[in-house]
């Protein structure tokens, strides 16, 4: 089974009978992190996960015992509540406590890329911070995004809520009045998982999960993300990225987990948590130190393929954009590719390069890579970094905007904000507007796009300026190659032909000692014309 919380936190599912004769039953989800969701490719994974959840056998987890209430921080930063806020929701189950499962509860098992998903019943909390730039994702449109991150998750969004807060609550993020409220909806829905649109302190996820009480699990934005990409990813190395940024999300909390149990049995086992802390933590690292070399060596392999293919000088250009903005499709519609294009968010983990031949002969390479999102995890950026690192080797960046989208403006300063991380300065931009035939004002958008330096409207779907695409791409090519006049000789005709196809001829002229040519053509090749380029100056 594939939920979100019981990938990443190892809650026991509703289908795996629960051990009640054992002391943490009455809490399961407060036992540490299991490493559930490791590939199983993973070498070792599966003798690691249950060296770990062994471990987590042999240890109590004691209920944390937080005072309520009472809290001089949540007076001063909460602002009155909002309204509850309903997407039209499943009827209010009328279960009651200890009752079996409702009817349909077969029903909610579905096939997700290949993978069973228990669409869970799921609640969504935002939290507006006063303060926030106007420029920035308002909470509404964040909200939007969330649930949609948990419709690709698999799972059924049945409410919402939100708060504004001029900072959070350190022990539970959203004030005292507003757990009460979000407690009453939630139980009145049957709703079984609670995710904030923020990334939570391990304590707060706690204490959320203890206020809401039942079985209510309570996750974050950053584990339903991670979760996204565990069940997406389809290659071995996208899936040991997702492993380690999955385990590097856990260590801290692991700890954080653990350090509970001294405080709470009042010092009576005084060390155990702490040795109890440190044997896991321990075994998380090796496992990420696994993991680690098993990625190196993956991608040292997949530099050699690139090194392969630059040698042939055809130049790189990298599609890069806000996830959904429609790069796969793109892609696919120049090259005939077959990569998956859907309207989910992060539909593509890992990069696809794909030869585009333009009708005037000429080449150039086009790669897809794994879209960007606000408050994007950064143990991910960290996990992916080596593979969006390859856009650093590019000749070009396009950034595929998708330009009917409400926030246009606030998804490309995301993606700037992240290609700034990348050192990716110095390689010329082009940007695209995608989707134009989706939005409301498409004659206005052409308008604006022609009056714009480095931007091109299209249509990936339609096609609508996808040869003004091309052209813009070669004229922009252009800024990463070099100027040469050389004499190529007869006999080395097959020169001639290259230059044609990945760099931009100006002038051919034929004299008696061979062609002259003035061409822009890729740095890589200027060197392999040097020989040819003396002649000519000489
Ligand atoms: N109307 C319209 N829809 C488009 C266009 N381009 C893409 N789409 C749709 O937008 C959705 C997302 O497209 P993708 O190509 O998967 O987007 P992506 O940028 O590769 O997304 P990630 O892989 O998640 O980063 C799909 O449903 C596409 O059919 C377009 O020009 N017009
Ligand atoms: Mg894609």
Request: aromatic residues 6%; glycine residues 6%; charged residues 25%.
């Amino acid at each position: 089974m594939m939920s979100i919380c019981s990938s990443l936190v190892g809650r026991f599912s509703p289908l795996v009978p629960q051990p009640s004769n054992l002391p943490w039953t009455t809490r399961p989800s407060s036992r540490p992190f299991l490493l559930k969701s490791l590939p199983t490719n993973f070498p070792g994974a599966l003798q690691k996960e249950q060296q770990l959840s062994n471990l987590a056998v042999e240890s109590p987890v004691i209920e944390t015992q937080e005072e309520e209430g009472g809290d001089a921080h949540e007076a001063l930063s909460e602002v009155p509540t909002t309204q509850l806020e309903e997407y039209p929701a499943s009827p209010p189950s009328s279960r009651k406590k200890g009752e079996e499962v409702d009817d349909n509860f077969e029903d909610r098992f579905k096939l997700r890329n290949g993978r069973e998903v228990f669409e869970e019943k799921t609640y969504l909390v935002g939290v507006e911070r006063k303060g926030d730039t106007e420029d920035s994702f308002g909470i509404e449109e964040s909200l939007k995004e969330l649930a949609q991150l948990a419709d690709t998750a698999g799972l059924t969004v049945v409410g919402s809520s939100k708060q504004k807060l001029s900072s959070p609550n350190p022990r539970t993020y959203i004030g005292s009045g507003k757990v009460a409220e979000i407690k009453t909806a939630i139980h009145a829905l049957d709703v079984e998982t609670v995710i904030f649109d923020d990334e939570l302190l391990p304590g707060q996820l706690r204490n959320l999960e203890k206020s809401f009480g039942g079985d209510v699990r309570v996750c974050d934005r950053t584990a339903l993300i991670l979760d996204i990409f565990n069940q997406r990813a389809a290659t071995h190395e996208a899936a040991l990225q997702v492993a380690l940024a999955q385990m590097e999300y856990q260590l801290p909390r692991l700890t954080k987990m653990w350090s509970h149990l001294e405080r709470q049995a009042g010092g009576k086992v005084k060390g155990m948590g702490e040795k109890q802390i440190e044997v896991d933590k321990r075994i998380l690292r090796t496992q990420i130190g696994v993991l680690k070399k098993e990625l190196e060596s993956v991608r040292k392999h997949r530099k050699q393929y690139r090194n392969r293919r630059t040698s042939v000088p055809v130049p790189v250009v990298s599609l890069v954009g806000y996830t959904n903005a429609g790069k796969s499709t793109l892609l696919n519609h120049l090259t005939g590719a077959d990569v998956l294009a859907e309207d989910k968010l992060f539909a593509t983990l890992d990069p696809t390069t794909r030869r585009v031949q333009m009708k005037n002969g000429r080449e150039f390479l086009l790669t897809d890579t794994v879209g960007f999102i606000q408050k994007l995890p950064t143990m991910l950026v960290a996990a992916f970094r080596a593979t969006l690192e390859e856009i650093s080797e590019s000749s070009l960046l396009v950034h595929v905007v998708d330009i009917s989208h409400p926030l246009a403006e606030q998804q490309i300063d995301a993606v700037d904000k992240v290609l700034s991380e990348l050192d990716v300065s110095s390689i010329p931009k082009l940007k695209v507007w995608n989707k134009v035939d989706r939005a409301n004002n498409p004659q206005e958008i052409r308008n604006e796009a022609k009056k714009r330096e480095d931007v091109v409207c299209i249509s990936a779907l339609t096609g609508e300026g996808l040869q003004e695409f091309c052209e813009a791409v070669q004229e922009k090519l252009k800024d990463s190659m070099v100027w040469v006049e050389a004499l190529v000789p007869f006999d080395k005709g097959e020169l001639l032909s290259t230059i044609h196809q990945v760099g931009m001829v100006e002038k051919m002229e034929y004299t008696e000692n061979g062609t002259l040519v003035e061409a822009h053509v890729p740095l890589k090749f200027a060197r392999l014309l040097t020989p040819m380029r003396h002649l000519c100056t000489s």
